[in-house]
C-alpha cells in the first residue's frame, strides 16, 4: 500500500487554497477597475443608443447602435447639421434622435417644401441646402419658428414621418443629452455619423 506523504498533501493544498485565493483576489481586482473606468465613460462621456422608428431613414435605421457623445457640449455648442439624441420635452422618460436645423436666436421658416434660415443680421433668408435628404423626401410645414438664445429646431431626414420642432416646437438644450458619433450595429454597417456643417 502506498505512503501518503501529509506533510506534502498539506502543502499542495496550501498552495491550492492560496492559488485559488490570489486567482478571487486578482478577478475582484480587475472586476473594480474595469468599473472605475466604465462607468465614468457610461455616464459622463459616451452612453449607447438604439435607434427606435423610421424618423431618421434613410441614415439611421430602425434597430442602429449608436454611441452618442455626451463631453463635447460640455465644452461647446451644438451646431447645424449635428444629429442628436435628447429627451422628449413632453415627456423626459422617452428619447429622441433628430438633426439640428436651427440654431439659438435664428427664425426657421418652412414653407413650399423648403427650409430657410433666417439670422438677425439677414433681411433676407438663405434656404437651407440639406443633402442628407433623399430627393423624394417632402418637408411638410407651414410655419415661422422664432428661436430662443438657448433653443433648437430639430427635423428628422424622413421629414414624412418624424415628430419634431414642426409638431411640439423648439427644443432647449437642456434637454439635449449628447450627438450621436458612430454606428456600432450591425457589423457591416460600423460608419461615423456624417453631421453635415453649413456656414449659413
Do not use: C, H
Amino acid at each position: 500500500m502506498p505512503q501518503v506523504d501529509l506533510k506534502t498533501l498539506e502543502n499542495t493544498q496550501e498552495s491550492t487554497k492560496s492559488e485559488s485565493i490570489s486567482f478571487i483576489w486578482e478577478t475582484i481586482k480587475i472586476i473594480v477597475i474595469s468599473l472605475a473606468i466604465i462607468i465614468p465613460i457610461r455616464y459622463y462621456l459616451v452612453q449607447p443608443f438604439f435607434v427606435k422608428g423610421a424618423s431618421m431613414q434613410p441614415n439611421l435605421e430602425n434597430g442602429n447602435y449608436l454611441l452618442v457623445d455626451e463631453l463635447s457640449y460640455r465644452f461647446q455648442t451644438p451646431e447645424r447639421g449635428d444629429v442628436v439624441v435628447f429627451r422628449y420635452p413632453y415627456d423626459t422618460s422617452q428619447f429622441f434622435i433628430k438633426r439640428i436645423i436651427g440654431l439659438p436666436n435664428e427664425t426657421v421658416e418652412i414653407r413650399n417644401d423648403t427650409v430657410k434660415i433666417y439670422k438677425d443680421d439677414k433681411t433676407t433668408g438663405t434656404v437651407l441646402k440639406e443633402d442628407y435628404l433623399l430627393a423624394s423626401q417632402k418637408t411638410i410645414g407651414d410655419l415661422i419658428t422664432k428661436l430662443k438664445a438657448d433653443e433648437y429646431f430639430v427635423m428628422g431626414d424622413n421629414r414624412l414621418q418624424s415628430s419634431d420642432s414642426r409638431k411640439w416646437g423648439p427644443l432647449d438644450q437642456k434637454y439635449i443629452i449628447g450627438r450621436a458619433f458612430i454606428r456600432l450595429w450591425p457589423f457591416d454597417e460600423i460608419t461615423p455619423i456624417p453631421d453635415f456643417k453649413y456656414d449659413i
